[in-house]
Structure formats: structure tokens, C-alpha cells
């Protein structure tokens, strides 16, 4: 007859009721606040955001949108040079991006003509 063996001995007491449980408690909290609320510690850092890809808040709306108009003017011929490039499947694909992109070019220019500018 084989022997069974003996369940191991596990310590009864919790994780949380020793000296340092508070530490351990707030160490988890911090866990799952990475994890399940990510937005929640950005706000709270007090790290300032990179600025390499922030639009400038001084710059006023007019300017950043001629700054749109034209990036999006230059994707989208950067596109029509690609789609040049692939097959009649793929350049389809690219082409329909590409008009895609020059709808929301035209969206911006009519935005830019409705500026009104500050004096």
C-alpha cells in the first residue's frame, strides 16, 4: 500500500500582520495602481511630460494649423510615392490612405480659414 504523503506545514498567520504591513499594504496598492490604473500615477507624478513631441502652448491656433495642414500635405504625398512603389493590391490600399489623409488635410485648411485672429 503506498503511503500518502503529510500536506506541508504552512505558517497560519497572514503576510499582513507583521511589523512592516502597512509597507506591504501600501506596496500592493501601488501594484495594482500600476497595473489596473495607470492614468491615476501619471497625474499624480510630478515628473515633467518630455516636450520633444508636445505641441507648444504658446503657439496660437492659427500657427498650429498651418503646422498640420503641412505635415499632412507632405504624408500624404510621401504616400502617393510609396503606393508608386507596391503592387496593384497593396497600392490600392496605400492610395486609400493617402486620400484618407488629404481629406483631413482639407478638414485643417477649412478650420484655418474659419481662424479669426487675435489683434
Known sequence: MPKIP???VTDPTSPY?????????????????????PAALIMASTNKP??????????DTES????????????SIMLNNFAASLDTSHRKTAIG???????GELAVNQALD?????E
Open 6 to 8: 503529510e500536506p506541508p
Open 17 to 37: 500582520e507583521s511589523i512592516n504591513s502597512k509597507k506591504l499594504n501600501d506596496a500592493a496598492n501601488r501594484a495594482l495602481d500600476h497595473y489596473l490604473n
Open 50 to 59: 518630455e516636450p520633444m513631441y508636445l505641441a507648444n502652448p504658446v503657439y
Open 64 to 75: 498650429l494649423l498651418a503646422n498640420a495642414c503641412e505635415t499632412l500635405g507632405c504624408a
Open 97 to 103: 490612405i493617402a486620400q484618407l489623409i488629404m481629406l
Open 114 to 118: 474659419n481662424v479669426e485672429l487675435k
